[in-house]
């Protein structure tokens, strides 16, 4: 079955440096997401994108961070100057276009841990 | 404000059945998605409810009830494996999941 890919697994990152998480979704689908948990927090949205521009984003996602498409198939999230509160589970999601009831397939995340 | 409630935590034996319930107050409603999460994974889509009623899959079940801002997840013939969190999230009229905290689930021999 197509899944999600995200890249690198893990993070480490000094607080204050730039880091790109990447994602391939799954190749047919057109919308795509990326969300964040905090360890023991829920699951939060950060940013949606269709047809090569963001359609919706949350009040987390500030001018710190920035999503983009460079390719046909890779989807990036760009943290720059990061900071200690950004450590969390960033996990990439897609959807295929037709149908409401289509759901939004999660990848297994990238860990970004802030030091 | 969007708001979704479920338990915290809940637990059972395998073989048993159970209930996890979820409560809603969002701004906009384009369907109820029900995830499985085990620790350290990604969400796993279990069910979609956007009509009242249920949805059958197997030994798991999904009810929803618009006018109540309630939904429920039922789980049948419990199996260790059953052991996760498991999310609740509303897909709002902007396309985004807006999730609840999540409930464990602890199934016990």
């Known amino acids: 079955e197509p899944e999600v890919t995200q890249t690198p697994s893990h993070q480490v990152t000094q607080m204050g440096q730039e880091v790109i998480l990447r994602c391939v979704p799954i190749s047919n689908h057109l919308y795509f997401y990326w969300y964040r948990q905090i360890l023991g927090q829920k699951v939060e949205f950060l940013v949606s994108f269709y047809n090569n521009e963001i359609s919706e984003k949350s009040e987390i996602f500030d001018d710190q961070f920035s999503v983009e498409r460079p390719d046909g198939s890779n989807f990036t999230l760009k943290i720059r100057s990061t900071k200690l509160e950004d450590s969390a589970m960033y996990f990439c999601?897609?959807?295929?276009?037709?149908?409401?009831?289509?759901?939004?397939?999660f990848g297994d995340g990238t860990r970004l841990s802030i030091l | 404000g969007q708001n979704i409630d479920q338990p915290t935590e809940m637990t059972a034996t395998e073989g048993a059945i159970v209930q996890i319930n979820c409560t809603y107050q969002?701004?906009?409603?384009?369907?109820l998605f029900w995830y499985q999460q085990h620790a350290g994974e990604a969400p796993t889509f279990l069910s979609y409810?956007?009509?009242?009623g249920l949805e059958e899959k197997g030994r798991f079940s999904s009810f929803l009830s618009r006018s109540k801002g309630y939904s429920y997840l039922l789980l049948k013939e419990l199996q260790m494996k059953d052991s996760a969190s498991y999310l609740c999230?509303?897909?709002?009229?902007?396309?985004?999941?807006?999730f609840g905290t999540g409930t464990r689930l602890q199934v016990f021999p």
């Open positions: 969002t701004s906009g409603f384009n369907g």
């Open positions: 999601a897609s959807r295929a276009g037709t149908g409401g009831n289509q759901p939004q397939h």
């Open positions: 409810n956007v009509l009242d």
């Open positions: 999230a509303v897909r709002d009229d902007a396309d985004k999941l807006i």
